[in-house]
């Protein structure tokens, strides 16, 4: 039963395809008091996405935070937002902060693909105001929504990610960096599913032995994950 | 007698292309018989060189139309009571003459149009000949030859009265390049109080094809013209020349033109003229009105003339009592002419718009009784009610209530492009400029812009092809001046020759006029008993309102016309189709914190191995009921599915986008419910959708 677990985690796992290395520079922001905002979006797809912000690093000043959607975790820990495209569109993480010199994270990213008449879900993060509504900088987006960074979801492997220019007030800026999947390729998840189904009927069979054998391929499979 | 067939030879065998003659028994008005015949080339007129077809056009100017018997004409045309024939003329130097025309009525008008298919050049040109014509003491002629000359042409207009030597027989020639105004001198008019005016005009087509040419004369009448009994019934103008409209002898606001359209695309809910002022050295007549058959009181009006054709309907007043006891009076024209599109017109400088002009004129001239009365000025105002519609069909309402935005510019004569918003992009409030035409300069404003977005969109430069592109394709026009920029040679080549309504960088009013007009832009309902210059309230709130456009014309000298320069229109766009080589990519969706609306890229990719034009849009089907597109330029009324909103690509029909290439659009979507924002997409060239 354990490793029917194992398993679920290992095919939720299987869906994490992108990462993105995001560092961000506030100098121009030093000692701003304002949110905080990690959006994600819905495109309207078949099937939804999970965004997780991991590794978050500031010098900055975290406050409280509140959510919209679907949204587990809280910063500076994990923090996970889903949509799923049939009920939810749109999940919120929005934190009160203080700003310091530099931000850092990991964002990764489920690849469900959009559907033909659909868009990318879509991941932003915005510096807004304290009111929760101003942003604090003026940036190159488009839309004129002024996000910092935005992560398409497209299906591909490493996803779309845009760092959108800052013209005021200087001295923000951002990077972010596509980083090959840590996860396990389909084909080698696919083998250590059959590996782990071996596994269990063997284990099946010699009931009441060998149980510190099964801790070691969880413990890594679940490194593997976070990575 | 009236004068005949070989006096009318003799002033147009100079160069005539063809020749029309008459004879005519004088009897009294208004039954006259008359025979008419005429030709083209041989030898009554030039050569005709190449292909080419001409059209004859014969109608009685007195309705309902007698029956015109037609003569022989087995391969000429055939002239038959109010209707147009076409033949085709494919050797050189034809004799082709017209048949004898015959019939009875109160006058006679015979058109020829000669259009070039071309083939080389075609000599050709328009005739007119109108008989038994009311005559005023010192009567003039004014023609209009809309947008038919191509290049240069010339035109001979004569006028004959049954009088004695010396002042029986006028004429003038004229060469003319674009729709001109020829005004006969002073003709002395006999006993039979009548008189007949022929009008010849050869076009020399340059190259190419030469739009359709067709003539009407006006003719200011005498002061004691009688009243028309009984009045002009009201009826639909417009016919063939794609316009259509209502027109009415109203009780006080003269000619009154309601619900014009241009091929359905309406343009204006009614145009009149509301009241005229008459300052003279021995008479102040404020607000009158124009009545049909006013007889009492200072400057009593009574409607003396009524003509309508395909391209133009017309009426005349004489006001009279200015003052009380004389035989002084104030004759007012009004006329509403509208004009077909014509092919390669260039209503602006680029070319590239497609455009139909408009000619909604008013014209006077004050008749004194002797010459101790001196005119000091006569106001005349156009109150135009443009009604530009959206072409959203979810956007339907009444023609009076339909929100529009409108600028007031002036344009630099170093660049070409506006310089100036008189009261911004759009005019935010009410507006009154005085002057804008100030004693035949120019004033401070020199265009008047009207359209349902919400703002007007300037002229521009195309970097593919390279040149100017046209401003605001959704407004209509009025440009009273443009920039002498346009007027521009270099090494005595034009920088823009085949765009002819520069004049130079002057006000484009008639030669020699010292007219000042006004202008007032207010919202409706605007008050008519106003005057012009206290008809905008500036704190009143425009931008968005239905509105109304007063082009408030005064004239110092006898006679006078306003708006003769006209204003243009482009009408609806044809049928766009499905470009199936742009590939669309959207981008996610974001929400702007600041204003609630959700944001999104689209990305256009030719595929294609050539390059596309535009228009081009990007029209969203399927979109939640709930979810709206914030930045939409119109909804889809041509394309099936109607409805659904639509977003233009920055191409018109003078840029590209080339193979391969992709261009990349911002949508805004309004999203109160929150939900998922899904659409399909079709990308339509060709025209609005």
């Not at chain 1, 010098?59 to 009920?87: F, K, Q, R, W, Y």
């Not at chain 2, 729709?179 to 109080?193: C, D, E, Q, R, Y």
Request: glycine content about 12%; hydrophobic content about 35%; charged content about 10%.
């Amino acid at each position: 039963m354990r490793r029917l677990g194992l398993l679920f985690v290992l095919s939720l796992a299987a869906g994490f395809a992108s990462t993105v290395s995001v560092t961000i520079d506030t100098t121009g922001l030093s000692g701003t008091s304002g949110d905080l905002v990690f959006d994600l979006t819905g495109g309207g797809g078949p099937s939804g996405n999970t965004a997780s912000i991991v590794g978050f690093s500031t010098d900055g000043t975290l406050g409280s935070a509140s959510t919209t959607g679907t949204v587990t975790g809280s910063l500076p820990g994990e923090v996970d937002l889903s949509v799923d495209n049939s009920s939810l569109f749109f999940s919120e993480y929005l934190t009160a902060f203080t700003y310091g010199t530099s931000i850092a994270f990991t964002l990764s990213a489920t690849e469900n693909a959009p559907g033909p008449v659909s868009s990318p879900d879509e991941f932003a993060l915005f510096l807004l105001g304290s009111d929760g509504t101003t942003s604090l900088i003026q940036t190159s987006d488009p839309t004129e929504a002024n996000s910092l960074l935005i992560f398409d979801i497209d299906g591909s492997q490493a996803g779309v990610s845009t760092v959108f220019s800052v013209s005021d007030p200087g001295g923000v800026s951002a990077t972010a960096t596509s980083g090959t999947s840590a996860v396990p390729e389909p084909s080698f998840l696919t083998l250590a599913g059959c590996a782990f189904l071996i596994m269990n009927l063997m284990s099946a069979r010699r009931v009441g032995t060998g149980g510190a054998q099964r801790t070691e391929p969880e413990a890594a499979l679940r490194r593997a994950r976070i990575r | 007698m009236r004068k005949s067939c070989a006096q009318f030879l003799f002033a147009f065998q100079f160069f005539a292309p063809f020749v029309l003659c008459t004879t005519s028994t004088a009897q009294s008005l208004p039954v006259l018989t008359f025979t008419a015949s005429g030709g083209i080339g041989g030898a009554e007129g030039p050569p005709v060189v190449g292909q080419g077809a001409f059209t004859c056009y014969a109608a009685s100017t007195s309705p309902p139309a007698p029956a015109l018997l037609v003569g022989p004409l087995p391969t000429q045309c055939n002239v038959q009571n109010k209707f147009s024939q076409s033949a085709t003329v494919q050797s050189t130097n034809p004799a082709l003459t017209f048949g004898t025309v015959t019939g009875s009525g109160s006058g006679f008008k015979l058109t020829v149009t000669a259009t070039n298919s071309g083939v080389g050049g075609v000599s050709g040109g328009v005739s007119l000949y109108r008989d038994n014509i009311p005559a005023p003491a010192g009567a003039t002629i004014k023609l209009r030859f809309p947008g038919s000359v191509t290049g240069a042409g010339q035109v001979v207009v004569t006028a004959a009265s049954d009088t004695g030597p010396g002042g029986s027989l006028v004429s003038v020639g004229a060469f003319i390049t674009s729709a001109g105004t020829v005004t006969l001198p002073p003709l002395l008019i006999g006993k039979s109080g009548t008189y007949s005016i022929a009008v010849s005009a050869g076009v020399i087509a340059n190259s190419g094809p030469q739009g359709p040419a067709s003539s009407t004369a006006s003719v200011t009448l005498g002061c004691n013209a009688s009243p028309l009994d009984p009045l002009p019934a009201s009826g639909t103008g417009g016919g063939l020349t794609g316009w259509s409209y209502d027109y009415e002898i109203s009780d006080l606001r003269g000619l009154d033109i309601t619900n014009v359209a241009l091929q359905g695309r309406n343009l204006a809910a009614e145009m009149s003229v509301p009241y005229f002022n008459l300052d003279t050295s021995d008479f102040t007549g404020s607000h009158c009105t124009l009545q049909p058959s006013g007889t009492v009181g200072d400057c009593a009006t009574r409607l003396v003339d009524f003509n309508i054709d395909p391209t133009a309907v017309e009426a005349s007043y004489v006001a009279g009592n200015v003052p009380t006891g004389t035989s002084s009076c104030l004759i007012i024209t009004e006329r509403f002419e509208f004009d077909p599109p014509v092919p390669g017109d260039h209503c602006e400088p680029s070319g590239n718009l497609n455009c139909a002009r408009f000619f909604p004129t008013v014209s006077y001239t004050y008749v004194p009784q002797d010459s101790t009365e001196i005119i000091q000025e006569a106001d005349l105002p156009l109150r135009l009610f443009f009604t530009v519609p959206d072409p959203d069909p979810k956007s339907k309402t009444s023609l009076t209530s339909l929100g529009q935005f409108t600028t007031l510019a002036h344009d630099s004569d170093q660049t070409g492009f506006p310089d100036l918003d008189l009261n911004g992009d759009p005019m935010k409030t009410e507006f009154f400029e005085p002057n804008a035409i100030n004693q035949g300069k120019a004033g401070d404003s020199d265009n008047y812009h009207q359209t349902y977005l919400p703002s007007v969109e300037g002229p521009g430069v195309s970097l593919f092809p390279p040149g100017p592109k046209p401003g605001c394709p959704t407004c209509v026009h009025i440009h009273w001046r443009w920039s002498s920029l346009f007027a521009l040679q270099v090494a005595g080549v034009p920088l823009f020759p085949n765009f002819l309504d520069d004049n130079g960088g002057q006000p484009r009013i008639p030669p020699g006029s010292t007219q000042s007009v006004d202008i007032a832009v207010t919202a409706f309902p605007d008050n008519v008993e106003m005057d012009c210059s206290r008809l905008a309230t500036p704190t009143d709130p425009l931008a968005g309102k239905p509105t109304v456009f007063w082009y408030c014309g005064k004239g110092n000298q006898d006679s006078d016309t306003f708006f003769s320069h006209g204003g243009f229109y482009n009408p609806p766009s044809p049928a766009p189709a499905p470009e199936p080589g742009i590939t669309v990519a959207k981008s996610g969706l974001r929400v702007d914190h600041a204003t609630g609306q959700w944001g999104q890229t689209v990305t256009l990719t030719n595929t294609t191995a050539s390059a596309l034009t535009g228009p081009m849009a990007l029209v969203l089907d399927s979109l939640p009921s709930s979810v709206t597109l914030g930045n939409a330029d119109g909804f889809t009324s041509v394309a099936a599915p109607l409805g659904s909103p639509y977003v233009l690509a920055a191409l018109d029909e003078s840029t590209q986008l080339g193979a391969g290439q992709s261009l990349t659009i911002t949508l805004q979507f309004n999203n109160p419910s929150n939900v998922g924002i899904t659409y399909s997409t079709r990308v339509l060239t060709g025209g609005l959708p």
